[in-house]
């Protein structure tokens, strides 16, 4: 299923580095961080949480300054009052068991907290299917509003990270667990 609505991307600057926003009217369709993003970005935390701003040239976009106030408030480690919506029509294969992975993830799993793939499989009613939550978690659009960072391995290590990458995954969990 495809979106049809005109996209608009939107840039916003944060502790992580750049995000990438593309929504329509009815949603986010993706979130990135810039491949430029560096480890130089993480030495300052507090200095840097004054430096969360967008670039747009679509200020009439609800969805992208819905996003933009959300950002604001989890990188201030406040709780966000809505998430904003997300364009679900951007999901590729087995779209509903996917998007029960993110939703479970982003409702379930708060802010400061972490989760298996073998025990989100089982929050999702399909206990043995941690394989397909970490590839749910792969195929993740929208890194920190469903926090695919938040789930683990069952060893307790980190796992992989498509949203920037291992160092990213070890900044925002250490971030979360600090506030």
């Not at 502790?15 to 009217?25: D, N």
């Not at 959300?70 to 364009?87: T, V």
Request: charged share 20%; proline share 3%.
């Amino acid at each position: 299923m495809a979106c049809h609505r005109t996209i608009t991307c939107a840039i916003v600057h944060t502790p992580i580095g750049k995000l990438h926003l593309f929504a329509c009217t009815a949603g986010l369709h993706e979130v990135c961080l810039a491949q430029s993003t560096i480890t130089d970005n993480f030495t300052s935390v507090e200095e840097k949480l004054q430096l969360v701003v967008m670039e747009t040239k679509d200020v009439s976009n609800k969805v992208l300054q819905e996003s933009f106030i959300w950002l604001q408030m989890y990188f201030a480690r406040e709780k966000a009052r809505m998430m904003p919506p997300l364009c679900m029509s951007t999901a590729s294969g087995d779209e509903s068991f996917m998007v029960k992975c993110w939703k479970t993830l982003e409702e379930q799993v708060p802010f400061g907290r972490t989760v298996t793939y073998g025990l989100l499989a089982g929050m999702t009613d399909r206990p043995k299917a941690a394989r397909a939550v970490g590839q749910a978690m792969r195929r993740n659009k929208w890194i920190l509003f469903v926090p695919c960072h938040r789930v683990m391995r069952s060893d307790g290590s980190l796992g992989q990270y498509s949203g920037g990458g291992i160092t990213v995954k070890r900044w925002l969990i250490d971030f979360e667990k600090s506030g």
